[in-house]
Every structure is written in C-alpha cells, then in structure tokens.
C-alpha cells in the first residue's frame, strides 16, 4: 500500500516513511492510493475475529484493519502492538469500545474510556507504539512539540509517557484550563515528559509551535516532531471502532447503520467515511458541530467558509471549537474524484486568498449526501444542556457536552430501520462545570481520578517566547 498527497505531488510512500511526517512536501494531506474493498465474507470473519468484544477481540479487529494499510511492519510485530495497544487494563472493559442501547434503535459508542476519558486515547495509544517502535528501528529519536488547550495534549502525553527515544514539549495557555485537565497533565511525573505553561491564550502557543517549526535547521538539528490531528496513523486507528460498533449493532452482514460524529477538525468522521470507502455498510454519517459551525455551513449550502479567530466563539463543547477543520480536505479530494490539481486550486490557492470556496454548484456537491451518506446538524449551548438534561431523565445516563452535541443531532437523522450510532467522545467528568449547570449535580468520577487536583504538579511557566522555548527544548533534549 503506498500514500499519496491530496494536492497532487508525485511522490508515493510507504506507511512508516509518513508515519512520522506531517503534511505532505505540497502542503497536502496523505491518503492511501486506494480504499482496500473489505467483501462480506471478510466483514463475516471479522466479526468473528472482534467476537462480541470478548477479550483480544478488538485487538483482533485492530490487526486486520491495519494489516490493509501497513505493509512495512513484519505482521508479528504489527501484531504484537496492537495487543499491547487495546488492553481492558487501559480501556477498563474487554470490548474496549462498548455500546450502550439508550433506546431501541439509538445507541452510543464509548470511545471514552481510555486513560485520559476523551476519543482521542483511541488513536493516540496506538500512535504512541507505532512511534516508539520504528524510532527504534531507525535508532532515531523524537521531540514532540505541540499546543493543547486540553484534550489533545494530556492524550499524547499518556500515549507517549516513559516511551523510549521520544520526549514531548506540551504548550498550554497558563492558568486556562480546567482544574481536572490541569491535574490530568501536570500531575505525570515522567522524565519525558515536559509540561510548559505559556503566559498567554492558546494562540500564542500555537504560534511558538509554529514559529519553531518554522525554523528547520532548528526542526532538524533537535529533531522536532508533532502528533497533530492529520496525522495518518491516528485517522486509521480510528477505522477500526466503526467496524466494532457494526458488529454490536447488528447480527449480520446484510444490516446497515449510521453513524452520528462530534466533529471539529473532521478526524473522527473522516475514520468513518473511510470505513464507508471501504465497503462497511453506513448508510448515513452525521456530521454534529456545536456553534463553530463551519462543517454543518458546508454541508448545507457547499460553501466551505474558514473562520477568523473573533468568528470562531468559545463554547461548552471546547474541544470542537475549530476556524477550519484541517482534516476537511481528505474528503474533499475524494469528493472531488480524487483531483490533487483542483484540491490544490480550492485548499492552496482559494482558501488563503480569499478564506472560502464554493461547491454548492457543482453537480459533485450533490453526491457529498446521495454517494458519501453525510449530513450534518448544528447544537447550541441551550441544546446540549436541554439534551443532557433529557439523557438523563429519560435513560439514567449523563453524557458529556461533545456527545449532548452528537445525540441532539442524531435524533434529527435516525430512522426506525435503521441502527444510529452516536460515538460518545469523552465522558462528563471533564466538562462537570455544564453537567452542574445542566442537572443540578457534579457527573461520577472514575475511581482513578480521585483526589487528582491534589497530586504534586510537574510544569514549567514561560513567558511568550519564542526564543525562550527553544532554549528549554535544547537544554532539555539530552543529546546534540
Ligand atoms: C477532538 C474532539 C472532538 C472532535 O474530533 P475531530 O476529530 O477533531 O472532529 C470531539 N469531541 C471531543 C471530546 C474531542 O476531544
């Protein structure tokens, strides 16, 4: 299986040479040259290979999936890392993404259970061996150097806590996170790992990472790397829980179901759209966003319109508070019958010159819905506390406000014959500030969690600086 970019560059690659790259030397993101078709009788062995979620199931499940994808890891050690990825020790259940029936027909996905509580543990877990297993390889070594506002940073640190030949150099806007996601990242005490607290917003951090990367012989000389969201490995990762999730809502191969996906940057519901490529039955994939709507835009009108940061509004679902969403263009290429020139004249070209473009004219615009299956919705903060507020009434279920997100949704686009899965992408605990405001009372705390405000904190406060975060990368890097 060999990658390409989706703005047309003539380079082909193999799994582990993109592994650990970004984008593409275009600018474009990789995609695989072609979706390997999975038949029904493979889909009727796999469920037999996920077996219910029996333990090793989703590992399994994980193994073949991925064995379509990667053909430069020997198959005993691709094994080997799965295995050691989905554990129920991490996920606390053997079926490592269980669903739960909250009424006939209408289900959630727990993608949530890993160690940090939020979707992305799924992808990131696996990131975090795949990368420690080919720098090995290479005899090579790994600075990771991003910016969270939370959920993505505290993912990649567990992922990548005590894993040899990789350190990572996590930015956060001093003092603007949550309590709980505070406690969750600068409570590891792990050698590796660097928790940096950057006297400013999230925009300031992001713009060091990307003022830092920016400088390549420095990028070079200390080996700097990153774990962003367009990252191949982590979207494939993801294929695999909606194959799981097919095999819980249904009891054969001639069964359909839809899926209904939180969505900021287009990830997790692009995962599904390639599930869909590859001939898993989805009939319908809802694309929910909260009130940064620049996707629900899309799918309504064509017009894929990019936010300025004054338009883009600070919500109670945070971690889908996106400008643009930089997964987008993966779909967009395929949509566009797999067309790099025009993919590059829309995502090169248009979008910084003018910060939007438009295909609500073009007859392709129509296949986004009768080909691809997505729709899509919007959810308001009045939305999310009404539907968890009914969640819970109704089930004796409290989900968190990125899900509240997916459900209110869902119900817009669920059919009686017709299973819809809502992928439920972190639990309440995280955001207890709107279960409060939404029922009166603070959401369960997982047993691990207890007292984690009070555990001793590991974190270093820096001004705004780019020169000073190099200085702190380079003395702490051990080598070069
Ligand atoms: C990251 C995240 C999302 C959005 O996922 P995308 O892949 O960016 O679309 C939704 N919910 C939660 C809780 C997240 O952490």
Known sequence: MLYLSTRGHPDRKHFCEILLEGLAPDGGLYLPER????????????RGVFNGGAPGGYAALAFE???????????????????KTYTEAVYGTAAIVPLKKLEEGFYLEALS????????????????????YELAR????????????GDTGSAAEYAMRGKQGVRVFMLSPHGRMSPFQQAQMFSLMDE?????AIEGVFDDCQDIVKAVSNDLTFKRQYKIGTVNSINWARLLAQVVYYFAGFFQATSNESQKVSFTVPSGNFGNVCAGHVARQMGLPIQTLAVATNENDVLD??????????????DTHETSSPSMDISKASNFERFVFDLLGRDGARVKALFGDALSREGRFELGVDPVFAE???????????STHADRLATIKDTFERFGVVIDTHTADGVKVARAHASAEVPMIVLETALPIKFSET???????????PPQFEGIEALPKRVHVMPADVVAVKNYIVQHCGDS
């Open 435 to 445: 279960i409060v405001e939404a029922l009166g009372r603070q959401p369960d705390r």
């Open 35 to 46: 979706y390997p078709q999975v038949d029904a009788a493979t889909l009727a062995r796999w």
């Open 192 to 196: 590796n790992i660097h928790n940096i």
């Open 113 to 132: 259970n890993g160690p940090t509580l939020a979707f992305k543990d799924m992808a990131m877990q696996l990131l975090g061996n795949l990368f420690e």
């Open 138 to 149: 290479r005899g090579e070594e790994l600075n990771i150097l991003g910016a969270t506002s």
């Open 368 to 378: 986004a819905a009768s080909h691809y299956g997505f729709v899509s919705g919007k």
């Open 65 to 83: 999936v991925l064995s379509l994808y990667i053909d430069d890891i020997p198959a005993a050690d691709l094994r080997a890392i799965c295995d």
């Open 297 to 310: 835009e899309f799918f309504r009108t064509g017009v894929y319109r990019v936010r300025a940061s004054a």
